[in-house]
């Protein structure tokens, strides 16, 4: 068990720990975490909006309250869209503003301008105007790449024209706000230079302008983000990275989010026309159901550890409990500690790629409901599974079964672990006991 620990160690020393570290502080990887979270309020909202919007009851209720919720919806189905239209709707306008600050400031550019700068890029090769209309229909998921894209592209010129001091420069008294202008001009006469053109040539020669082309070439990998073993190997490398104690979740949420979003978008367009949802991993799936009270599904280790003989874990549950309720664990990953601990290695990989089989199976046989909303990631499981699917019923059942499951892995490892402690505090305990001499008397 030693010899395996120490080399399960030094491949995690060696290779895992400097890759995600790399990664990690990856400057794109970490801009576009940030145009998600700057995006993530206003989706959230506007997800929140499809309850009201499609409210979960059948379509031939009786039901007074029902009925009348249902009606009102109905008949007021165009000035309730508005709000999701204007936020979940054009996703990709928060996004690429997000992105661009990120990325700017990274690179020691005012925030604001490349922000703008972002937002025009994409608005110029991913809303054709024609007829005095803006088309709409790559501003919600169908346009995130292409956010993500154009926002690095106009970012990057912008930073290489500065560093070259290819830039308009005013005298020191004019205000700064009018010398950042200024100073942008020529970054946006080369973004309309170079990206306008290429729209033009793309569209001429496949019919499909650049969003449309980005989609079509991803389309493969946007089918494959959707599989079980996409998500296993996500869950994994979270897991691992984390183990490292490496912040996974950001890595992995960082690279997943923009697919997601995508599969996010087409299942609400589905929704809105009582179609078939169409995608079942999507950040919903993964917050509500494979990290359950955080990273590990440790909300029921958290239980386990509030019963444990050993008074530093029991300490450590009373700590990490309440928490773990909002998918905040880290009182229990460094306090038991759960990272780099050989005897709670393996139901820390294993409990949330067994919640993910479990609930994938489930979504596969139609037994559990779709993500079809937004959810703040702070929200606890069983309520925002239920949110996240719009308010049904099954997949409250999903995490109960989930929790269950998981403390029936965790608690045999648990109670190996509270041998461990117990017998290493008798032993502490027993050497530091005075030694008494005893005489005795003829």
Not at 38 to 64: D, K, N, W, Y
Request: glycine share 6%; net charge neutral; proline share 7%.
């Amino acid at each position: 068990m030693s010899s395996l620990y120490q080399s399960m160690v030094a491949v995690i020393e060696q290779s895992i720990t400097p890759l995600a570290g790399r990664l990690g502080q990856q400057k794109y990887v970490i801009a576009i975490r940030d145009g998600f979270t700057a995006a993530l309020p206003f989706m959230i909202i506007g997800s929140f909006m499809l309850v009201f919007i499609f409210p979960p009851f059948s379509a031939e209720t009786t039901m007074g309250f029902a009925r009348a919720w249902l009606d009102f919806s109905q008949t007021y189905r165009a000035q309730l869209m508005l709000p999701f239209n204007l936020s979940m709707g054009v996703m990709t306008f928060f996004i690429s503003v997000g992105v661009g600050a990120s990325l700017g400031r990274q690179f020691n550019l005012d925030p604001v301008m490349t922000g703008l700068l972002a937002f025009m890029a994409f608005l110029l090769v991913a809303a054709p105007y024609a007829d005095g209309k803006i088309s709409t229909q790559y501003l919600s998921g169908q346009g995130i790449f292409t956010a993500l894209i154009t926002a690095i592209y106009s970012t990057r010129v912008y930073a290489a024209l500065k560093q070259h001091n290819i830039t308009i420069r005013l005298p020191k008294e004019v205000p700064t706000g009018v010398a950042r202008s200024f100073e942008i001009l020529i970054p946006v006469l080369v973004i309309i230079a170079t990206l306008h053109p290429l729209n033009l040539f793309i569209e001429s020669h496949t019919g499909m302008i650049i969003p449309e082309a980005i989609m079509h070439l991803l389309a493969p990998l946007v089918s494959a983000s959707d599989s079980l073993p996409a998500i296993i190997l996500s869950v994994l490398l979270c897991q691992i990275f984390w183990f490292s104690g490496i912040h996974g979740s950001m890595i992995v949420t960082g690279i997943m989010s923009p697919f997601w979003m995508t599969n996010l978008a087409a299942n609400q367009a589905a929704l809105a026309v009582g179609g078939a949802l169409p995608h079942i991993y999507l950040q919903g799936f993964w917050d509500h159901y494979l990290l359950i009270g955080g990273v590990g599904s440790t909300l029921p280790l958290a239980f386990l550890l509030l019963r444990s003989k050993a008074p530093h874990l029991r300490t450590i549950g009373k700590m990490g409990v309440i928490p773990s309720f909002f998918n905040i664990n880290e009182p229990i990953l460094f306090g038991a500690p759960i990272i780099m601990n050989p005897i709670m290695f393996i139901p820390f990989i294993c409990v949330p790629v067994i919640n993910a089989i479990l609930a994938y199976t489930a979504t596969k046989l139609g037994w559990l409901a779709q993500v079809v909303s937004l959810t703040p990631w702070t929200t606890p499981a069983p309520i925002g599974a239920s949110w996240a699917a719009n308010w049904a019923f099954s997949p409250v059942v999903m995490c109960v079964i989930c929790m269950m499951v998981s403390a029936l892995i965790y608690l045999p490892f648990l109670r190996a672990y509270e041998r461990s402690l117990l017998k290493t505090d008798a032993e502490k305990n027993l050497s530091t006991q005075p030694l008494i001499e005893t005489t005795s008397i003829n």
